[in-house]
C-alpha cells in the first residue's frame, strides 16, 4: 500500500541552528503534501500546504521564512526550521494524499528538541 | 470553516470492556469523517473512514464507528478492548471540496488496563 517516509525520525541539536526534514512518498506522487504540528499531549495543527512547482500556502499564524517548505519533486517535500530556538521544539508529522478520496497517508513523525 | 471536539481527553478502561469514544463534528458543507490511531513517537494510521453510503463502517481489528448526520457525530465504539488498544485516538475532518487538509479533535487518550 502507499507510504510516506519521514526522515529524520529524531532531532537534537542547538539553538539557532537551521533542521531539514524530508517527508517522501515512496510508491505514489503526490502533488500536495500537508505539514502538521503538535505539541505534547495535542491535536495535530496543520502548518502549511506543500504544492509540487509551486509556493506553500501557510495557515495563519505560522511564520513562513521559519518554516521554509520545498516541493522539488512529485515524490519530496521538505521542510527547514531555520535559526530554530527551543519554542520550536515539537512533533512534526507530513501526510500526503493517496488518490483514494479524502484518505491521507502519514509519515511516522519527527521529534525536534532544541536545546 | 470546520471544527470537530472529542469531548474526552481520557478515557480508562479495563480489558475486554466496551468504549466509546465520541466526535462531534461542524461544517457548513458536506465533510468526510476518519478515525485515526496514534502510538508513541509514532505518525498517524487510519484506523476507519466514512465517505459515503452505510452509516456503519468498520476497522480491521473489531472498532467500528457509525455517521450519525442529525447529531453530527461520528463515534467510535469496540465491545471488547485489548491492552494493545492503548493509544492516542483522533478524530478528524475534511471537506468534499477543495482541498484535503484534514482538521483534527484534540485526541481522546484511551488507557485500557488489566
Known amino acids: 500500500g502507499a507510504v510516506v517516509s519521514q526522515h529524520p525520525s529524531w532531532v537534537i541539536c542547538k539553538s539557532g541552528t537551521s533542521v531539514k526534514i524530508e517527508c517522501r512518498s515512496l510508491d505514489f506522487q503526490a502533488t500536495t503534501m500537508f505539514w502538521y504540528r503538535q505539541f505534547p499531549k495535542q491535536s495535530l495543527m496543520l502548518m502549511a500546504t506543500s504544492n509540487e512547482g509551486s509556493k506553500a500556502t501557510y495557515e495563519q499564524g505560522v511564520e513562513k521564512d521559519k518554516f521554509l517548505i520545498n516541493h522539488a519533486s512529485l515524490t519530496l517535500s521538505t521542510l527547514t526550521v531555520t535559526s530554530a530556538h527551543p519554542e520550536d521544539s515539537s512533533f512534526y508529522i507530513c501526510s500526503a494524499p493517496t488518490g483514494a478520496l479524502g484518505a491521507q497517508h502519514f509519515g511516522d513523525g519527527t521529534r525536534l528538541s532544541i536545546l | 470553516a470546520q471544527s470537530v471536539t472529542q469531548l474526552d481527553s481520557q478515557v480508562p478502561v479495563f480489558e475486554e470492556a466496551p468504549v466509546e469514544l465520541r466526535c462531534n463534528y461542524s461544517?457548513?458543507?458536506?465533510?468526510?469523517l476518519f478515525w485515526y490511531v496514534q502510538y508513541p513517537n509514532q505518525g498517524l494510521q487510519l484506523l476507519l473512514k466514512?465517505?459515503?453510503?452505510?452509516?456503519l463502517v468498520e476497522s480491521i481489528n473489531g472498532f467500528e464507528a457509525e455517521f450519525n448526520k442529525s447529531q453530527t457525530s461520528f463515534h467510535l465504539r469496540k465491545p471488547s478492548v485489548h491492552i494493545s488498544d492503548t493509544a492516542e485516538y483522533f478524530c478528524a475532518v475534511t471537506q468534499d471540496t477543495g482541498r484535503r487538509a484534514l482538521t483534527f479533535g484534540s485526541g481522546t487518550r484511551l488507557q485500557v488496563q488489566p
Open positions: 461544517s457548513s458543507v458536506s465533510v468526510y
Open positions: 466514512y465517505l459515503s453510503g452505510s452509516t
